[in-house]
């Protein structure tokens, strides 16, 4: 049973127009959600988090939204640039407070930005 | 700053051999995982440890699989023996205790 879905295997987009990657969770347990973005042989790089007390979390140009009630977040890249093109993972852990966190991730979403 | 070290990167053995990763955290980073990752899945959490106990394990084959953190601070991570479906690579992970994880480059493990 696949807690974090991440359901677009992949996905292009043109280099400048914006990139939404989307992610759909089913554990009411989750309390905190990350974004990493992973290179071929490398290991996977934090890119922004939000808690579940955020509906909106900035960084540069990366922004993720949460929506709780309908247990959905997506990660928008704007404006998208060559260097993005990686796979993106979704993960979600319980509130830790010094306890079990470990991340359940999703599948991953290819994005490939087109020059 | 240095990350998360792991050694070795790549490995090959056949299967029913036996095999250890290392694993070195950030300095100072109390909290450290152990996770799977299958080609075309995401990584699944394996273990982890809070200084030098286990805090979750309910993912780890512990019939094949052990993990040890001796010092709270470098950890192994042992398959024995490997089947054939281990072909994967391990993470490792680590963090203060709250928030953000950080990884490791992995080790590919390929068992023949």
């Known amino acids: 049973d696949q807690q974090v879905k991440q359901n677009s295997p992949s996905l292009s987009v043109q280099e400048g127009r914006i990139s939404i990657l989307n992610c759909d969770y089913t554990?009411?347990?989750?309390?905190?959600f990350l974004w990493y973005k992973k290179y071929p042989a490398e290991g996977p790089t934090f890119l922004i988090s939000?808690?579940?007390?955020?509906d909106k979390n900035e960084d540069g140009r990366f922004t993720v939204f949460l929506n709780k009630s309908a247990k959905h977040l997506s990660l928008h890249i704007v404006p998208s640039q060559p260097g993005d093109s990686a796979v993106y993972f979704c993960?979600?852990?319980?509130?830790?407070?010094?306890?079990?966190?470990?991340?359940?991730f999703g599948k991953g979403t290819h994005l490939i930005i087109q020059p | 700053e240095a990350g998360v070290a792991q050694s070795p990167r790549y490995k090959i053995i056949e299967k029913r051999q036996s095999v250890a990763f290392w694993c070195n955290p950030i300095?100072?980073?109390?909290?450290l995982y152990w996770y799977q990752q299958i080609l075309g899945q995401g990584p699944k959490l394996l273990i982890q440890?809070?200084?030098?106990?286990?805090?979750?394990d309910s993912q780890l084959p512990k019939d094949r699989f052990s993990a040890e953190r001796l010092k709270g601070v470098d950890s192994t991570l042992k398959i024995q023996p490997a089947k054939l479906e281990d072909s994967a690579v391990y993470l490792c992970?680590?963090?203060?205790?709250?928030?953000?994880?950080?990884f490791g480059p992995g080790t590919r493990l390929t068992v023949l």
């Open positions: 992970a680590s963090s203060t205790g709250v928030g953000t994880q950080y």
């Open positions: 554990n009411s347990m989750f309390d905190y």
């Open positions: 939000i808690s579940s007390i955020k």
């Open positions: 993960a979600a852990s319980p509130f830790s407070g010094g306890g079990a966190d470990g991340l359940t």
């Open positions: 300095s100072g980073h109390a909290t």
């Open positions: 440890f809070q200084n030098n106990g286990v805090v979750d």
